[in-house]
């Protein structure tokens, strides 16, 4: 084991033991074993230079293993003799009787020297200065096989040239056809399977072990029958094309017949091989369903012209991978072909994928075509969605795993409108539950996690459905096409509790990834960004981002489960007074839910967005009937009594009673479901009305409580700044400098603080005077070295 890449090769403790033996003037009778390229002839090399130094004759031989028998007696003999030194290398095969019986004699002289791939010390020691720091790169491609270490010495970069790849042309361009075959086997990692190697060469179990023993001995190949990954990149680039398409097929269709995965095996042949690989390629692309849609289309792509069965399969892949437009697309020519055996199948990818695009009433209708129990599931799911209550009893589901959980998810959402939201939440979690294991592996209109959670948000729960989510987005339930959602309602319950940065985050990332989002996904983002900006008092962003909620509302129609987003725009719209573009859809929502027989779960939170939208706009008259509607659902529910207290309070506070007890027991109710910011706004709201102030300061840090901040904390200060005293402002002085100093108007920063616009303004004269400065540009100027 050598190289010469540096002055003088590194050898192996073996090598050099021999070495000083010859030095010592003793008979070296020794064989020399390795496969191809591990550094056989260096170390002869190196054995010759130490018998001419030591002034001894010697028979050195290098590949053995190609001389005739005639030869390989001869050298025995002298072994035999024992009064000379021979060293003869060989490869560990061919292995000719002959060429054992002189293995055997040279052994019993002393063990035969075998050569081993370098260590990734070595490997480092051999390289030149300028590519050790590639020794890592050098080895983990190599192997440690010398031959190979030495293509990579001039590497300048951790990345294989066409150059080093091509001088493997020379190590395959000899070898017979089988050896190519079993070398190309190994490259698509089928290279200790006997059974395919068999089928694949035509040979019997002992011929195929010969043609493994001559593959290892290329050096190509590692004892554990894997390629060095510099070999397997040379052996894949540099065998003819057709002959490695026909080893994949032949090795594809021989392990499709024993019932094994094929999807590795034919993963490179996309796009290189047509039709004749078809029953392959849909046995691969069952297999890469699951993990990756997005191949598995592919795959069913390159059958080519196929019938409506892989067109369907097709159709479901696309949709998985979210490319709903092909999944349409190809959904619908088997619908218009008239082929009736999968015209239901391809119906209900349709319907799922108008589903996601907001079309639920256009889904269910298509759903009637197809005999399926899921079909018949996500029908009813669809009804009630688009205010239709079911006419007859749920359909019993087989005992499959999708069948059953469609069926609960059917269930619990009837129970939404038909029982009390802890029977809704309960079903939609077992149905949630049942489904897990199927993880991205179904395709769903929605998933049982989204609709628990969009339960446990009307209801109050957001603990609950935190953790269903939590729990879909980890076992990747719905796969890719409702990774999404998922993230989009647990970011609204982040923004529901006043985590606003983790809400933007998700939107963050949303805009990143560059993917639009289907109607569905991207109302639901809209809301979101309209609900931080209206809490953030953000009306830049909230102006910006009203234009973009109306053509969403337009995408998507109302049904019963986009009330969230709806009502967030019906409060933005009463802030920027542009109620008459929404009020189409709140007239469809109210008629959704009388459809429905007002169910209190899905109308307490529209009733309550509402309730705020009426506040903004002054509409008091407006604002009292939906809060008697409130009221009317007091006693339905937890959350409706909590929501209808807070109401009632915050009229109250609107008109100028404040009753300090009420409010505060209101605004922990709000807290208690979910609904932080609610909470503390209204504590603010109602601080900054009272004229009482021990009220106002207990109020005041209530809100503060509640927004997660601690009550009457004192801020830490900064270091004092040259020039300006910081320590003439005080705390409070101190926070509306900051939100100032970031651009906010007056009213903003009372918003943020829980104060009014004119007490903002008394502020910032006080610190104008105490600074001293002549204007407000030298009042900011001051300030922002004060803030930071």
């Not at 639920?360 to 239709?388: C, K, M, N, P």
């Not at 096409?481 to 609204?492: K, Q, S, T």
Request: aromatic residues 4%.
């Amino acid at each position: 084991m050598s190289l010469s890449t540096t002055a003088r090769p590194v050898l192996s403790p073996e090598v050099t033991q021999v070495l000083d033996a010859v030095a010592a003037g003793a008979v070296v009778r020794l064989g020399v074993v390795a496969p191809g390229g591990h550094g056989k002839t260096t170390v002869l090399r190196e054995l010759e230079r130490a018998f001419e130094d030591a002034g001894a004759s010697a028979t050195v031989v290098d590949d053995a293993h190609l001389l005739p028998d005639a030869e390989l007696l001869s050298l025995r003999a002298r072994v035999e003799r024992g009064d000379a030194n021979v060293v003869v290398a060989y490869r560990p095969w061919p292995r000719s009787r002959a060429l054992a019986a002189l293995a055997e004699s040279l052994g019993r002289a002393r063990p035969a020297l075998a050569l081993e791939p370098f260590t990734r010390e070595q490997v480092r020691a051999v390289l030149p200065p300028s590519a050790r720091g590639l020794a890592d790169f050098v080895h983990q491609q190599t192997g440690g096989v010398p031959r190979f270490v030495r293509r990579l010495a001039g590497l300048t970069a951790a990345e294989l040239t066409p150059e080093v790849v091509a001088s493997f042309r020379a190590d395959l361009d000899w070898l017979d056809a089988d050896v190519q075959k079993y070398l190309l086997a190994a490259e698509a990692g089928a290279a200790l399977r006997l059974d395919l190697l068999g089928g694949l060469l035509g040979l019997d179990a002992d011929a195929v072990g010969d043609v493994i023993e001559a593959g290892r001995a290329t050096g190509l190949v590692g004892a554990d029958g894997a390629l060095p990954p510099v070999a397997r990149v040379a052996v894949a680039a540099l065998s003819r094309t057709d002959r490695r398409i026909a080893v994949r097929q032949r090795l594809a269709e021989l392990q499709l017949r024993s019932g094994g995965p094929v999807l590795d095996l034919v993963r490179p042949l996309i796009g290189v091989a047509g039709p004749e690989l078809g029953r392959v390629f849909r046995a691969a692309a069952d297999e890469a369903l699951a993990t990756d849609p997005a191949l598995a289309a592919r795959l069913l792509e390159s059958v080519g012209t196929a019938g409506p069965d892989v067109a369907v399969r097709r159709a479901v892949a696309s949709a998985m991978a979210g490319d709903l437009d092909a999944a349409l697309r190809l959904a619908d020519g088997v619908l218009s072909g008239g082929d009736p055996e999968h015209r239901g199948a391809a119906a209900e990818v349709a319907a799922i994928a108008l589903a996601h695009r907001g079309q639920l009433a256009r889904g269910t209708e298509l759903h009637r075509w197809s005999s399926s129990a899921t079909s018949a599931a996500f029908a009813v799911i669809g009804r009630v969605g688009t205010g239709r209550l079911p006419d007859e009893a749920l359909p019993e589901a087989p005992p499959t795993m999708l069948d059953g959980g469609a069926s609960l998810m059917a269930q619990g959402v009837v129970e939404s409108v038909t029982s009390s939201a802890t029977t809704a939440l309960s079903t939609l979690v077992r149905a949630a539950g049942l489904l897990e294991p199927a993880g991205r592996a179904v395709l769903l209109p929605d998933t049982p996690a989204a609709l628990a959670a969009l339960v446990a948000l009307h209801s109050g729960e957001p603990g609950i459905a935190e953790s269903v989510l939590d729990r879909a987005l980890a076992t990747a339930s719905g796969g890719a096409l409702m990774a999404v959602r998922h993230r989009l309602l647990r970011a609204w319950i982040a923004m529901q509790r006043g985590d606003l940065p983790r809400a933007r985050e998700t939107l963050a990332a949303l805009r990143k990834a560059g993917r639009p989002l289907e109607p569905r996904d991207w109302l639901f983002a809209v809301a979101l960004e309209i609900g931080v900006a209206r809490r953030t008092s953000d009306l830049a962003t909230l102006k910006r981002t009203w234009e973009q909620a109306c053509e969403a509302v337009l995408r998507h129609p109302v049904d019963l489960f986009t009330f969230l987003p709806l009502g967030e725009f019906a409060t933005a719209a009463a802030r920027l007074r542009d109620q008459h573009r929404l009020a189409p859809h709140l007239a469809a929502a109210r008629t959704l839910l009388r459809d429905l027989g007002d169910p209190s779960l899905w109308s307490v939170p529209l009733h309550w967005s509402a309730l705020h939208a009426a506040i903004i706009a002054e509409e008091t008259s407006v604002a009292e009937e939906h809060a008697a509607s409130l009221a009317a659902c007091r006693d339905r529910s937890r959350y409706a009594r909590v929501v209808s207290a807070a109401a009632e309070s915050w009229l109250d506070v609107v008109a100028g009673k404040v009753d300090a007890d009420q409010v505060e027991e209101s605004a922990r109710g709000l807290q208690a479901v979910g609904q932080w910011w609610d909470a503390a706004r209204l504590a603010g709201q109602a601080a900054i009305r009272t004229s009482d102030r021990q009220a106002m300061v207990r109020l005041l840090d209530c809100a503060r409580l509640l927004q997660g901040r601690p009550a009457a904390t004192a801020r830490k200060q900064p270091e004092p700044v040259a020039e300006v005293d910081a320590g003439k402002l005080s705390d409070r002085e101190r926070e509306v400098a900051e939100l100032v100093v970031g651009g906010l108007t007056y009213k903003q920063v009372g918003d943020r603080l829980f104060i009014s616009a004119k007490t903002v303004e008394h502020h910032v004269a006080r610190m104008r005077q105490r600074l001293g400065c002549a204007s407000r540009a030298e009042l900011l100027d001051q300030l922002r070295q004060i803030v930071g």
